[in-house]
């Protein structure tokens, strides 16, 4: 399993303004996930960028990967007082798909 | 929602006790796995079933076992509760053991061990 590390551990920020958080990883990867959890309910798959992929998009999500750095970050423009929650990166390699290891998160609070 | 179903979805325990949780996964995925998050952390890998077989553990004590069911439902057991199972626990079912992609957790079954 991999290890993603979420970076800043908390977040706040002014509905419509943008929110970047930032994972790192330890060693090489298949793919990098980004979950997001509402206060104790369950994860829900944000969006999953392969190793060969530097860029996605999904609606207001975009995440990018730097395999170099070992690194990944996740935009989320425009944000609403909705979006907040915890945000979590996995990362994927070999055949372990399905054993996620997830860092502490980060807690983004977005004020209306 | 994402079809996975757990229960109970809460649940109170004392020490030394024994816990089994549920879990139905969704429909047409045959790869569970289980997760522990206790408060203000993320979640730990437990272990993953697929297709009746464990297929890897985390580390995580042998009084936590689990089943997987030939309707690719599965249960988590925990025996000799500690104050320290207190935790919301997580299952999540994937397509395919073999297959990349997203896992879809349930809702979670939030343990209290007093």
């Known amino acids: 399993s991999q290890q993603g590390e979420e970076d800043p551990q908390a977040l706040s920020i002014q509905e419509g303004e943008n929110a970047t958080m930032n994972c790192s990883y330890k060693t090489s990867i298949n793919n990098l996930q980004w979950y997001r959890q509402n206060s104790g309910r369950g994860l829900v798959h944000l969006i999953l960028i392969r190793s060969n992929e530097r860029e996605k998009h999904s609606g207001r999500l975009r995440v990018t990967l730097d395999t170099s750095k070992k690194s990944s970050s996740l935009l989320i423009t425009a944000s609403r007082a909705a979006d907040t929650a915890s945000y979590f990166c996995c990362s994927t390699g070999g055949t372990s798909y399905g054993k996620l290891t997830f860092g502490q998160g980060t807690i983004l609070t977005v004020h209306p | 929602e994402t079809g996975v179903t757990q229960s109970p979805t809460h649940l109170i325990k004392t020490r030394g006790q024994q816990v089994t949780l549920r879990c139905s996964s969704q429909s047409g995925h045959n790869t569970v796995s289980w997760y522990q998050q206790a408060l203000g952390q993320g979640p730990q890998f437990i272990f993953q079933y697929y297709r009746e077989e464990e297929n890897g553990r985390g580390n995580f004590p042998p009084r936590f076992s689990g089943l997987q069911f030939p309707n690719y439902s599965s249960e988590l057991n925990v025996n000799a509760l500690e104050l320290d199972d207190s935790a919301l626990y997580l299952c999540?079912?994937?397509?395919?053991?073999?297959?990349?992609?997203?896992?879809?957790f349930g809702e979670g079954s939030r343990l209290t061990v007093l």
């Open positions: 999540a079912s994937s397509l395919d053991l073999r297959e990349v992609g997203e896992l879809f």
